[in-house]
Each structure stands twice: as C-alpha cells, then as structure tokens.
C-alpha cells in the first residue's frame, strides 16, 4: 500500500550507517528517493523516463544469483556492487531449490543440500541494506542456464505434463509455489519500505510461445494474476525478451517489455521504442560474456573495450540496463544446466563454473570489466556528484593449501549398497520415476542397473533409443565402456547422440552380473512446452541381451547427497587407482582462518567433489575448466575432507590452486 514507509528518514539513516553501507555524512540513493521516509509511489514506467517516488530514475543494476554466492559473500558482493555505482540488483528465484519435493519449502530452514544459499528474504533485506533497489524475477522458469531451469524434476512424474503452458497439471503446481513463495517477501516491496522495485512475469517467454495466441496468453494472465492476488502489483510488472526477432510475442497486458541482448543496441532500443513508443526503454540482459559448456575449445571471453562500448551506446539512448552477469558465481552440486543443439557435441551441458566473463569473477574478483562498467556508469548517472559512492571492498585473499594425498578409497560394490534400491520386474525406468523422496523420484546424480544374464564370449548389449545421459556398463565389476576421447565418441554406445547402439560384453558361457551406471549430465534450461520432458537415465527404449529384452532389474537410487556422502562406511586404505567408479577421500588440516581456494582437477577424468560434504560441483577433464572454486566459507580451521566421486581414473592426490584454470 502507497503511503508512509514503515520508518523514519533518521532511523532509516542510522539504520544503513549502523549496518556499515557508508559514512552517515553522504547521501544514498535511499536517501535521495525516500526523502523523509515518505513514499508516494513506486516504480513508475511512462513516457521517457522510470520515476521512483516521483523522481526520475535511470536504473544501473547488475545480476546477483544469491543461490550461487556463498551467503556468507552475499554483503561483501552487494557492496562491491554498489561501489561500481549501480543502484539495483537483479536475481532470479529457483524453483526447484525452493521446492524441492512437492509441498515441501525450502528458504534455507530445511537440511537440504542448498539450504544454507536459500534465505532469499535476508538477501533481499540485504540488498537494500547496501542501498540497492532490487528487480525480482520469480519464476516459474527461468532458464539461467541453471538444471532445469529452475523446475523441479518431479513435474515428470505427470506423464502428461507440458510446461510453460495453459496446462493445469502445470499451473496448479506454479499456484502452490507463488502462493508460499510471494507472502514472504511481498512486504519488502519499495511502496512498503522494502526494496523491490519491478517484478518479471515468466521468462523469455516470446523466444518459445507466441502469447498473442490463446495458450499462451491464458498462462501469462495466470501469472500476472496470481502475482497481484499475492500482492505483488504494487511493483512494476515486466517481460524479457529478445524483441528483434520476437517483438511482443512474449509480451502480457499493462506489463512493460524489456530487451535482452549483447549486441547491435541500436537495432534493439529502437525495435523496442517502436513495441511501446510511450513507455521508457529498459535492457533487462545486457551479456556481458556467456556460460562455458563442457567440451569447448576455450573459456568464453569478450573484450572489455566491447563491452563498454556497448554499454554506453545502451545508456546513450537514455535506456536504463541491468548486465547478466554482474558476478556469474557457480552452480554448486549437481546444478548446471544444460540444452540440446543441432551441431556437436549435440547435447551441451555447462559448467559447474558460472564465471560468465563477469565484471566480478566467480570469485568475486574485480575484473577490467569491473572498471569500465564503474567509469561508464558514471559519465550517465544523472545523480552522480550527488549521491555517494562507496570504496571498494578489498579483494578476498587465495591460497593455495598444500597436496592432500589421497588416504582411502571406497569401491563400486560397497558405495551400491549404500544406496535406496528398488526392484522392478517391467524393464527400467526413469530417476523421476523411482518411488524415493516420498515419491517424488530422483532429481540429480547416478542411476544404477543391475540384471544378472547368462553370457557368452560373443554377447552383445543393445539400448534402444538414446541413454539419458552418459551410461558406463560393467559385467562381475570389470568396466567394459572407455571414457570420452574423440568427438565421433558421442555417436557411440553409451553416449547421449548414440542411438540404437550395442556394445560387446563377452562372458564365460555362465550367468554375470551386469550393472549399468547412467549420469544425468543436465536437464534442458531452455525451450517450450515440448522441450523440457527430460527424463534422466534408461527409459526411452529397452535393454536387450543376445536379443532377449530384459525387464527385471535391481535400480539404485544415486543421489550423493551431501550429508549422504558424508557418512558412507566401509573406506579402505587407497592403495591404487580402482578401475572402476569409486570415491577417493583426503584430508587435510587449516591451522588458521581459512581463505578461497581452486582444487586443480586436471589430473582427474570425470566426477564430483564434495568438500566437509559439500558438493562444490562437477568436473571433466575434457574442461574448459580444470578448476574447482572452494569458497573459504566452506572450509574451517581444524580437519577438512575432500571426497570425489570418479567416474574412470583418478589421481593419487588433490592439488589445491590460487587461481582458476579456466581453460
């Protein structure tokens, strides 16, 4: 509701001094847009330019996903935000973190792998403790290169499901998310003293869905609907969309549409003045790099100069902007993203580094990105000399700690029995649709295939159809797939663009055991209604043997959750590399505070590591990354555990590193 804000201008003042934003002698721009700590209006878009409270506002902000910062950076990021002068911070909210199993919430109060990343209210009260406005982007989807893009895996157990749709086996479940997820932060909007200024309706939506035609205009009303029935209508309402080539397909009444792109601000800025000639212009993605996938040549980087340039030619035009990424961070655990393509590798799953070519690196180092946008920000700010500018938070510290030799091992065998186990007597089945999590199937890692089949020295297994993603075979426990080693590899058995393949399994003319080990690489974060039913694992075709189908099959469940992970029994002293799938533990002791680091994989092949049971993400030796970044926060002073799960071959030790190998 538009009227007093729920505190005084001098409580206010000593409110963001006490919590360290500045000196109490300068102005913020609270300060200056909430004078009195009166406000009359919020986020207003007519005419050329947005006014807040009745004042013009240029918006300068930068994307922050707080879900893949470490929470114990968050302020330490927000400031070094606002000392590049912007004034917002922009974030998406993850479905499928905040979701996790139907019904159950997660805002960093369960024992969840993430928890601790997910209290988005303190985020946000946060940000504007740093003097940020902050532009919120709920969801459902949002792509973001994140696993899923952001949807929770257990929609697939509605074997009719379409998303991003006028379905209701959609819309009931996105109603039940807004409907917990809005009341908690609807009164930290800017017309209740709190800072968010605009909200997105969906994501990108015109690049898939022409919301001109009645599906897709129904499932945008539905949103803005349940939005204002939460009460989030006393923001502004905005769409994203790349309007060049979708002008306002994406586009839903009274909501103002914004432009994403990286290039050509011209073209863009004057397609979107033509979609709406009485409304201010706003660059809602300005990339300011892109996301590696794995198996690329290099590590994606743009030239600064570029980028600047851009940039300006953007605020020239008297738009405002919001640069995706400001800081890429990670995508921590097993939440990369993914996307099917026409050209190879034919499936293109990123990277657990989200470094992005940001101004701040995943790390959150001041790059030369940093500076030109801090320099360019300032020639436009029209309050520039009269709201101040904080310093530079220093850079954090890295360290390179000592080797860790590896100490133990636990093999293949001991690891699946650790593991949920369920029969099934009808051939194999998806991870989503295993009856675990109170029946909400499995969303990431490992499936597993056991059958027992009596083999020859000729045998032959054949899977119909594709594998979901990458599948490794063993028979008594020898591996008879190889790792990755050239590109025309991803045709063959075992691999996502392999279809109908076989693969020589020879046996003693006696009954073996064979087990199929199936990684979810990741799930498409982008597309339309029939893009996303990406079920993981064994379930598109069928399993035969010597062409006997086989449909009885033991199935486990290989989650490697953290706290999961971090009680495993049955370690034995490493004396050797294992060839097969195993895990390999190390400590390692800090005997002060401890500081970021990079654990230098490239003597490893494929896998995760999980560090203190942590799991800092995946790594692959085709890269381009050959690092993985450890937040000191993660780490303590005492005895630390590193535990990787490798797919193939390992290294005998963990080599820690102050910088990234990007690659």
């Given at each position: 509701?538009?009227?007093?804000?729920?505190?005084?201008?001098?409580?206010?003042?000593?409110?963001?001094?006490?919590?360290?934003?500045?000196?109490?002698?300068?102005?913020?721009?609270?300060?200056?847009?909430?004078?009195?700590?009166?406000?009359?209006?919020?986020?207003?878009?007519?005419?050329?330019?947005?006014?807040?409270?009745?004042?013009?506002?240029?918006?300068?902000?930068?994307?922050?996903?707080?879900?893949r910062?470490?929470?114990?950076?968050w302020?330490?990021?927000?400031?070094?935000?606002?000392?590049?002068?912007?004034?917002?911070?922009?974030?998406?909210v993850?479905?499928?973190?905040?979701?996790?199993?139907?019904?159950?919430?997660?805002?960093?109060?369960?024992?969840?792998?993430?928890?601790?990343?997910?209290?988005?209210?303190?985020?946000?009260?946060?940000?504007?403790?740093?003097?940020?406005?902050?532009?919120?982007?709920?969801?459902?989807y949002?792509?973001?290169?994140?696993?899923y893009?952001?949807?929770?895996?257990?929609?697939?157990?509605?074997e009719?499901?379409?998303?991003?749709?006028?379905y209701?086996?959609?819309?009931?479940?996105?109603?039940?998310?807004?409907?917990?997820?809005?009341?908690?932060?609807?009164?930290?909007?800017?017309?209740?003293?709190?800072?968010?200024?605009?909200?997105?309706?969906?994501?990108?939506y015109?690049?898939v869905?022409?919301?001109?035609?009645?599906?897709?205009?129904?499932?945008?009303?539905?949103l803005?609907?349940?939005?204002?029935?939460?009460?989030?209508n006393?923001?502004?309402?905005?769409?994203?969309d790349?309007?060049?080539?979708?002008?306002?397909?994406?586009?839903?009444?009274?909501?103002?549409?914004?432009?994403?792109?990286?290039?050509?601000?011209?073209?863009?800025?004057?397609?979107?003045?033509?979609?709406?000639?009485?409304?201010?212009?706003?660059?809602?993605?300005?990339?300011?790099?892109?996301?590696?996938?794995?198996?690329?040549?290099?590590?994606?980087?743009?030239?600064?100069?570029?980028?600047?340039?851009?940039?300006?030619?953007?605020?020239?035009?008297?738009?405002?902007?919001?640069?995706?990424?400001?800081?890429?961070?990670?995508?921590?655990?097993?939440?990369?993203?993914?996307?099917?393509?026409?050209?190879?590798?034919?499936?293109?799953?990123?990277?657990?580094?989200?470094?992005?070519?940001?101004?701040?690196?995943?790390?959150?180092?001041?790059?030369?990105?940093?500076?030109?946008a801090?320099?360019?920000?300032?020639?436009?700010?029209?309050?520039?000399?009269?709201?101040?500018?904080?310093?530079?938070?220093?850079?954090?510290?890295?360290?390179?700690?000592?080797?860790?030799?590896?100490?133990?091992?636990?093999?293949?065998?001991?690891?699946?029995?650790?593991?949920?186990?369920?029969?099934?007597?009808?051939?194999?089945?998806?991870?989503e649709?295993?009856?675990?999590?109170?029946?909400?199937?499995q969303?990431?890692?490992?499936?597993?295939?056991?059958?027992?089949?009596?083999?020859?020295?000729?045998?032959?297994?054949?899977?119909?159809?594709?594998?979901?993603?990458?599948?490794?075979?063993?028979?008594?426990?020898?591996?008879?797939?190889?790792?990755?080693?050239t590109?025309?590899?991803v045709?063959?058995?075992?691999?996502?663009?392999?279809?109908?393949?076989?693969?020589?399994?020879?046996?003693?003319?006696?009954?073996?055991?064979v087990t199929?080990?199936?990684?979810?690489?990741a799930?498409?974060?982008?597309?339309?209604?029939?893009?996303?039913?990406?079920?993981?694992g064994?379930?598109?075709?069928?399993?035969?043997?010597?062409?006997?189908?086989?449909?009885?099959?033991?199935?486990?469940?290989?989650?490697?959750?953290?706290?999961?992970?971090?009680?495993?029994?049955?370690?034995?002293?490493?004396?050797?590399?294992?060839?097969?799938?195993?895990?390999?533990?190390?400590?390692?002791?800090?005997?002060?505070?401890?500081?970021?680091?990079?654990?230098?994989?490239?003597?490893?092949n494929?896998?995760?590591?999980?560090?203190?049971?942590?799991?800092?993400?995946k790594?692959?030796?085709?890269?381009?990354?050959?690092?993985?970044?450890?937040?000191?926060?993660?780490l303590?002073?005492?005895?630390?555990?590193?535990i990787?799960?490798?797919?193939?071959?390992?290294?005998?030790?963990?080599?820690?590193?102050?910088?990234?190998?990007?690659?």
């Amino acid at each position: 509701m538009v009227g007093e804000a729920n505190m005084t201008s001098w409580l206010f003042r000593l409110f963001v001094c006490i919590l360290g934003w500045k000196s109490c002698h300068g102005l913020g721009y609270y300060d200056y847009y909430v004078p009195e700590g009166t406000i009359k209006a919020g986020l207003v878009a007519k005419g050329d330019t947005f006014t807040l409270n009745d004042k013009d506002l240029t918006i300068f902000s930068g994307s922050l996903h707080y879900f893949r910062v470490h929470p114990d950076y968050w302020r330490d990021t927000l400031k070094k935000f606002r000392a590049a002068g912007l004034n917002a911070v922009q974030t998406y909210v993850p479905w499928n973190l905040h979701e996790p199993r139907r019904g159950v919430f997660d805002f960093g109060d369960l024992d969840e792998d993430m928890s601790a990343f997910l209290d988005l209210r303190s985020f946000l009260q946060m940000a504007q403790e740093e003097d940020l406005f902050v532009l919120f982007r709920p969801g459902p989807y949002i792509c973001s290169e994140w696993e899923y893009g952001g949807l929770p895996s257990w929609l697939l157990r509605d074997e009719n499901m379409r998303m991003r749709i006028n379905y209701e086996g959609f819309m009931n479940p996105v109603r039940d998310y807004f409907n917990n997820l809005l009341p908690r932060i609807a009164d930290l909007q800017f017309t209740r003293g709190g800072p968010i200024i605009a909200v997105q309706i969906e994501n990108e939506y015109g690049s898939v869905v022409d919301a001109r035609e009645p599906e897709g205009k129904a499932y945008l009303e539905f949103l803005k609907e349940t939005l204002t029935a939460n009460g989030l209508n006393e923001s502004l309402y905005y769409t994203s969309d790349g309007v060049l080539g979708n002008e306002d397909r994406g586009a839903v009444e009274g909501a103002l549409i914004t432009a994403n792109f990286n290039e050509n601000p011209e073209e863009n800025l004057n397609k979107l003045k033509q979609l709406q000639p009485d409304r201010p212009l706003m660059t809602t993605e300005y990339w300011t790099g892109w996301v590696d996938t794995w198996m690329a040549d290099s590590h994606i980087v743009t030239d600064p100069k570029k980028f600047g340039a851009t940039l300006e030619a953007i605020l020239q035009r008297n738009s405002s902007v919001n640069m995706y990424m400001f800081i890429g961070g990670t995508s921590f655990a097993f939440m990369p993203g993914g996307g099917f393509g026409e050209s190879w590798p034919f499936y293109f799953s990123d990277t657990t580094s989200y470094d992005y070519d940001a101004p701040l690196s995943e790390a959150g180092d001041y790059t030369e990105k940093y500076t030109v946008a801090k320099d360019v920000i300032a020639k436009y700010n029209p309050l520039e000399g009269v709201v101040d500018h904080p310093e530079k938070p220093p850079q954090r510290e890295k360290i390179a700690y000592d080797k860790v030799a590896i100490a133990e091992h636990l093999d293949f065998p001991t690891l699946l029995a650790q593991q949920t186990s369920v029969e099934v007597t009808e051939g194999p089945c998806s991870m989503e649709q295993l009856p675990v999590n109170d029946n909400n199937g499995q969303s990431y890692g490992y499936i597993s295939y056991t059958t027992h089949a009596y083999l020859t020295p000729t045998s032959q297994l054949l899977i119909t159809n594709h594998v979901r993603d990458l599948a490794q075979v063993l028979v008594d426990g020898v591996v008879m797939t190889k790792p990755y080693s050239t590109p025309e590899d991803v045709n063959g058995f075992g691999f996502w663009n392999g279809k109908d393949q076989e693969l020589d399994i020879p046996g003693s003319n006696e009954v073996a055991e064979v087990t199929i080990m199936v990684e979810n690489l990741a799930r498409n974060n982008f597309g339309g209604p029939d893009d996303f039913i990406e079920k993981k694992g064994i379930w598109e075709g069928s399993v035969f043997i010597d062409g006997i189908q086989i449909d009885e099959w033991v199935i486990h469940s290989m989650e490697m959750k953290g706290k999961q992970v971090a009680n495993y029994t049955g370690w034995q002293p490493f004396e050797g590399p294992l060839e097969t799938p195993a895990m390999y533990r190390g400590v390692f002791e800090i005997t002060e505070a401890p500081k970021d680091t990079f654990l230098d994989m490239s003597g490893w092949n494929k896998g995760v590591v999980f560090i203190n049971g942590f799991n800092v993400g995946k790594y692959w030796k085709e890269g381009p990354p050959r690092t993985l970044y450890v937040p000191g926060a993660l780490l303590q002073i005492g005895l630390n555990e590193i535990i990787a799960f490798e797919q193939y071959t390992p290294s005998s030790e963990f080599i820690f590193s102050t910088v990234p190998i990007l690659g």
